[in-house]
C-alpha cells in the first residue's frame, strides 16, 4: 500500500482489500514480533556458516552445525529461512544423463521376440544392449550382445 499511496488513498485500498484502515496503520508501527527477531538472528547465523563453508552447505549441514553450536532449532524452520532468503548448498552428485532421447513422431521399434526371452537352444535368440561407462576422460559406450540361452556373450 505504500508504494501506491500516490495514486490511490489509503481508505480506498484498505475497503478494496478488505482490511480496517485502523488495523492498516496499527501494523504500520507495530514494533517486530519477538518471532521476527528470532528469526533474523538466526538468518545471520546461517549466513556465517554458509559462508565459512564457502556456500557449499545445505540445510542439513546447515543444522548440524548449529546443534554443534549449541542452537536448537528444528530443521524445517532452517529449511523455510534459507528458502525465502535463497541460500543454497551444493550438491556434488552427478545428476541423471539421458544418451538416447526417442522421437515422440516416430514409431518405437518392433518388438520382433514379443517380449518372450526363453530359447530352447544355443544361437537361437540374441539380444543386444547398450549402455555408457563415464571415466575422467569422458564416457566410453559399451555394447553387448548375448546368447539368450547360455546366458554368455557372444559380440
Known sequence: MNANQADLPVRTMCRVLDVSASGYYDW?????????????????????IHAESDGTYGRPRVHAELLERGVRVGGKRIARLMRSHAIRGVSRRRGYIVTTRRDQRQRPAPDLVN?????????????????????????IFLAVVLDVWSRRIVG
Open 28 to 48: 504500520i508501527g507495530r514494533a517486530p514480533s519477538r518471532r521476527t527477531i528470532d528469526d533474523a538472528v538466526l538468518l545471520e547465523r546461517i549466513r556465517t
Open 115 to 139: 517380449r518372450e526371452f526363453a530359447a530352447s537352444r544355443p544361437n537361437q535368440l540374441w539380444v543386444a544392449d547398450m549402455t555408457y561407462v563415464p571415466t575422467w576422460a569422458g564416457f
